[in-house]
């Protein structure tokens, strides 16, 4: 009995539509082989010597035969450019075009990036979004990395709206590379400015690094003083080309110690943010900056106030910007695993504590023993987003649900989620539920009270209410 070739084929389209490159090759190879047995090929040449298999049988073939073999040999070719082999992906468009495909276009796309340097095409390039208050410290912090042979490559975006970042006399001592607002340093790094379109300068330093033949350790993109970064993350949630290339490393804010607290008592009128607790709000990392201005004791009372807005982020003391780049780049803040194996501290359970003046942007988390019914969770978690969304900066959770092997971890900026299955839960390991927000209006009771009511009735001791 021969496999049903064509609902294979058609799995291994989807495969390729829903970019899982990986399951795609299996589908598509199984569903080859099984089409080639149905011409008469009992060998598997038509994947292993394609040539050879067309040499022979091209004669032999339908108009309709041909027909579904040029569909293949393309589709496996656009399967096996995903998974990055694209020598072995120009072979499968020579077949394809053998067949009467018209794929000159995707084979000089293939044949070129077969010219390309083999680290291009391996890692994502980690995205810095660095926020931080006017007279922070971030156009010191800027010209440091462009400066100092810190042995790594980064590009810088400035995501400029008229005001000056990157000191004039430094950039004169790069060599003049004024390709599009795009400068090369002497130590290698890049610093582009981008008015407006941020995709656009992301592409454009991409396209730089490819033709350049040099790998980029990092991208960090400067927001305007005053800016909330979440847009800039949320960037990365959405665009494509973007999301294959690049991801979202950390949001990094840098705070000038002595004037922290003054920004974060600073009373707004109703309605108006206040940026800097926002920032703060947001931020995976905070350089605490000009520390030589203020004595231990106010060190200690900024670090404090800081961890009531966001209890885990961690933090770096620091002078005249000065911090290691390894703080900031490649930190791995949103990559879903990592949270788990580093970051368990951002789930740690919380004491009711309020203090006076912090009604409007906390952090609270929750532990929950027991396991969630997904159902519950998806209409709790998609209501919260969309009524709550614009209140809530950061959400981040490990969750146990009911009928699956692997932990659900998950975050979101705003309203922009993004999850995955992580580790498998132990056979001897207490199956707990961990939450965490960053906002602002928390209300705490609510928020508890409807994520009691996503558990599975009667696990773990709650009853669903």
Sequence with gaps: MPVDWSDTFKSAQTALKEGKFFDGVQVINS??????????????????????????????????????????????????TGLG?????????????????QVSEKMAKAQAATQEPVSSDSAKVPVTVLTGFLGSGKTTLLNHILKEFHGKRIAIIENEFGEVGIDDSLIETGPM???????????????????????AGLKKILKK????????????????GLADPAPVAQTFFADDFVQSKMQLDGIVTLVDAKHLIMHLDDEKPE?????????????????????????EPHLVEVERRIRMINKSVKIKRATNSIVDMDF???????????????????????????????????SCGFHVKGELSQQKLNDWLGWLLKEKGGDLFRTKGV????????????????????????????????RICKLTFI????????????????????SGGYAAK
């Design 31 to 80: 569903c080859m082989e099984a089409y080639a047995k149905l011409v008469g090929d009992e060998s598997d040449r038509v994947l292993r010597d394609p040539p050879a298999f067309l040499e022979e049988y091209k004669a032999k073939l339908t108009e309709e035969q041909k027909d579904v073999l040029r569909k293949m040999y393309e589709v496996r070719g656009d399967i096996i």
């Design 85 to 101: 082999a694209h020598k072995r992906a120009s072979a499968d468009y020579q077949s394809a075009q053998a067949l009467g495909a």
């Design 328 to 362: 900031i780049i490649g930190i791995q803040a949103f990559d879903l695993d990592k949270i788990l194996e580093m970051d368990d501290g951002f789930l740690e359970d919380e004491q009711h504590h309020h203090h006076h003046h912090d009604d409007r942007v906390t």
């Design 271 to 295: 309605h108006v943010e206040n940026e800097a607790v926002e920032q703060v709000a947001f931020a995976d990392r905070i350089i605490l900056n000009k520390c030589d201005l203020v004595d």
């Design 177 to 199: 590379a004024l390709e599009e607002n795009i400068i090369e340093m002497n130590n290698g790094c890049i610093c582009c400015t981008v008015r407006g379109d941020l995709i």
């Design 399 to 430: 969750l146990a649900v009911q009928g699956m092997q692997e932990k659900f971890v998950f975050q979101a900026v705003h309203m922009s989620f993004k999850n995955s299955t992580a580790k498998k839960w132990q056979p001897d390991e207490e």
């Design 209 to 224: 690094s490819m033709k350049d033949g040099k790998t980029l350790d990092g991208v960090i993109i400067e927001t305007t």
């Design 439 to 458: 906002g602002k209006n928390l209300n705490r009771q609510e928020l508890e009270d409807g994520f009691k009511k996503c558990l599975v009735n009667g």
